[in-house]
């Protein structure tokens, strides 16, 4: 099955700063999603994101489906953008989602 | 509109004990998925319905059966809880497959002593 990496694993940012997440996937894929766990568990959805980019406020997310990875950008960061930064990508020609291990984000006042 | 909904919230299980976790969705979607989380990583897939009247197993399917009676409902059943089942389940769903963008429910947390 698909592998879908992230990374970095974790990061520490001090409010104002920008930073890159990044995912890799190891096959075609039919879809690509950006998902927000804030630190009370709820899933946000940020991007719906299979090619191309989009720009979302202070988030921005970029797909290259032939080079097989995707970049989420955050600038200007904020206390609240703390938590964990999900990547899933939905399998070509099938049903399933498959999620990386998360990046996990920690903005420091 | 509600989008998606999981009930219960919270629920503590001893070992053995059964229960039914339902998820509710007012979107008209044709999928639905279940997926458990556990500490530190991602989202696993256990099972996922791709109409009203289907179910099909996902990444870790053992221990737990649903239904999909309903188009707006998924239930998903525990019928002999196990420590190993501790958890936090979410329910999504997406208009179609792998094609589209999936909503989460809020999540249950479980814990089976």
């Known amino acids: 099955g698909i592998q879908v990496e992230q990374s970095p694993p974790d990061l520490i940012l001090q409010e104002g700063a920008n930073s890159t997440l990044r995912c890799n996937f190891s096959?075609?894929?039919?879809?690509l999603q950006w998902f927000h766990q804030n630190p009370w568990g709820q899933l946000i959805n940020l991007f719906y994101?299979?090619?191309g980019t989009k720009q979302n406020g202070r988030l921005s997310a970029t797909t290259v489906a032939t080079e097989r990875y995707s970049l989420l950008y955050i600038s200007s960061s904020q206390t609240t953008d703390s938590g964990v930064y999900f990547c899933?990508?939905?399998?070509?020609?099938?049903?399933?989602?498959?999620f990386g291990a998360g990046t996990r984000l920690f903005v420091k006042a | 509109n509600a989008g998606v909904t999981q009930t219960p919230k919270f629920r503590v299980l001893k070992t053995g004990q059964s229960m039914t976790l339902l998820c509710a969705q007012d979107?008209?979607?044709?999928?639905m998925y279940w997926y458990r989380q556990d500490p530190g990583m991602g989202l696993r897939l256990i099972h996922y319905?791709?109409?009203?009247?289907?179910?099909a197993k996902g990444e870790v399917p053992d221990g737990y059966n649903v239904s999909r009676l309903k188009k707006q409902n998924f239930l998903l059943g525990l019928e002999s809880a196990a420590p190993s089942q501790t958890s936090v389940y979410f329910c999504?769903?997406?208009?179609?497959?792998?094609?589209?963008?999936?909503?989460f429910g809020p999540g249950t947390r479980l814990t089976v002593l």
């Open positions: 319905s791709v109409g009203e009247g289907t179910t």
């Open positions: 096959d075609s894929v039919n879809n």
């Open positions: 999504a769903s997406s208009e179609t497959g792998a094609y589209n963008e999936q909503f």
């Open positions: 979107m008209n979607h044709e999928y």
């Open positions: 899933a990508v939905g399998e070509s020609g099938g049903f399933k989602t498959i």
């Open positions: 994101i299979p090619s």
